[in-house]
């Protein structure tokens, strides 16, 4: 079943050091000392067991070199209420779900398309499969998970979320600052190292492979990828 539109999708970039490094440019890789943050269109989000669609805007093999569309598997906070000016002690409060999610990105767009922005690259129509929610009663610690991404079975991404830059409470309060949050919005907290861009050569997505995002104790995602013409 397709999950509800959320009100907002706020997702976090270069969030685990390993991921920031495959795709850094030269020869140092400068982390971030704030939380990178960019939106996705609340349209995008898919449920489990629904395609990710290739419109043929996403096809751009003809750049050079070529940039397609990549997978990013992630933890996802799903807010339990309106929160603003949260503090870090008392993020878990404002938490009503976890997911596992997929921030799918189209990285020409993301990267060259958008004008310096990466939300065009991350919001085209089944962008943002998520998978079933899961209380967060259910979770001891946000920061203990093991998430696994693996393309038609392959394992391509592992890790654990302790090796988050800005852990999921510090992301709430840092991004609750002034601005109310509304409840059901959802927070993507990062991939990390594994992605096709960040591989030699490059693997993105094509018609008929299949995305599962796996996270320990919170469930499996798994979404087909198929062409639209």
Known sequence: MRPPRPPAILGIGKNYADHAAELATGDAVRLPEQPVVFHKNPACVIGSGEAIELPPVVQT?????????????????????????????????????????????????????????????????????????????????LQNLVLTTRLNGETMQQANTSAMIFPVARLIADLSQGTTLLAGTVILTGT??????????????RDGDRVEVEIGGVGLLSNPVRQRS
């Open 61 to 141: 093999e003809h750049c050079d070199p070529p940039l397609g569309v990549d997978y990013e598997g992630e933890l996802a906070v799903i807010l339990g209420c309106d929160a603003r000016d949260v503090p870090e002690a008392q993020a878990r409060d404002v938490i009503a779900a976890v997911a596992c999610a997929n921030d799918v990105s189209q990285r020409w767009w993301q990267w060259h398309g958008g004008g310096g922005q990466w939300c065009r690259g991350k919001s085209f129509d089944s962008f943002c499969p998520l998978g079933e929610p899961v209380p967060i009663e259910r979770i001891d610690d």
């Open 192 to 205: 990390p190292a594994g992605v096709g861009a960040g591989r030699k050569p490059p693997r993105f997505l």
